[in-house]
């Protein structure tokens, strides 16, 4: 892997992480509806909307022949079970009242993508750097402690993060290529709870007002666009860097 940052790709990784600070101004227009079905929508409207645009770039029989590759196809499948397992933790977290340690996970989540891209990257750390991880590690110590008990929460949305950035990274296959395989892949099991959801007389969708039912099919670019954005920049800077970044 290159121990080098493009410009690019620092401009991506940034894109990414705005988006994402600025997301739960959106989600919070959705604050009438279960979060679990939010959840559900995210993956169902982001298959939809990037597929959309795979359809019309053409790329879609490329993607296909990619696929051919068996290690490269486990490889997204888990990279998709990892986005969807972190979204599961999060959307647990809001419900179970848990948004300290919810939080938390994503303070952590930064010191994991360095510890990934130093011990299994062999990226290097200048200095300068090094001390801004001692800093960082210090404050999960007392943020910890603080707590009074061990934060499984935190941890398990940090890492599943991380390993996800780590495995988008060394998956050889491209940002909007990537996200439109997930989104793929999850699509079945979405659409599966939603019918559910429609025929138990669950759902939201469809049965509030037409402004609500807009809010979730936009959760597809939503949530699409910062995902491909990190996932370019995953590609073209060292996970240490993306680490440093998502403190932004």
């Known amino acids: 892997m290159p121990q080098k940052d493009t410009r690019a790709g620092l401009f991506y990784g940034v894109g990414a992480y705005t988006l994402w600070g600025l997301s739960p101004l959106y989600w919070h227009l959705l604050i009438a509806v279960p979060h679990w079905e939010i959840t559900v929508h995210r993956v169902i409207w982001c298959a939809v909307a990037v597929g959309i645009v795979v359809t019309l770039s053409g790329r879609l029989a490329n993607i296909i022949a990619m696929l051919r590759d068996r290690r490269l196809l486990a490889t997204m499948m888990l990279t998709g079970l990892l986005i969807a397992f972190n979204w599961g933790v999060m959307v647990w977290a809001v419900s179970a009242e848990q948004i300290v340690q919810a939080a938390f996970g994503y303070f952590i989540n930064p010191l994991a993508n360095i510890a990934l891209g130093v011990l299994l990257l062999g990226e290097k750390l200048s200095p300068l750097r090094w001390a801004a991880v001692a800093l960082a590690i210090g404050a999960v110590v007392v943020q910890t402690v603080a707590l009074g008990a061990f934060p499984t929460i935190a941890f398990a949305l940090g890492l599943s993060f991380s390993f996800y950035g780590?495995?988008?990274?060394?998956?050889?296959?491209?940002?909007?290529?990537?996200?439109?395989?997930?989104?793929?892949?999850?699509?079945?099991?979405?659409?599966?709870?939603?019918?559910?959801?429609?025929?138990?007389?669950?759902?939201?969708?469809?049965?509030?007002?037409?402004?609500?039912?807009?809010?979730?099919?936009?959760?597809?670019?939503?949530?699409?666009?910062?995902?491909?954005?990190?996932?370019?920049?995953?590609?073209q800077v060292r996970l240490s860097t993306i680490g440093f970044l998502q403190y932004i």
């Not at 290529?177 to 979405?190: C, I, R, S, T």
């Not at 007389?201 to 995902?227: K, M, S, W």
Request: proline share 6%; net charge negative; hydrophobic share 55%.
């Open 166 to 235: 780590y495995f988008r990274k060394t998956a050889n296959i491209g940002g909007l290529d990537g996200v439109f395989v997930e989104a793929m892949l999850l699509l079945p099991f979405g659409v599966a709870l939603v019918l559910y959801w429609q025929m138990t007389g669950q759902a939201v969708f469809l049965h509030e007002n037409p402004y609500t039912d807009v809010l979730l099919i936009l959760c597809g670019p939503v949530t699409a666009l910062p995902l491909i954005l990190f996932s370019i920049a995953a590609r």
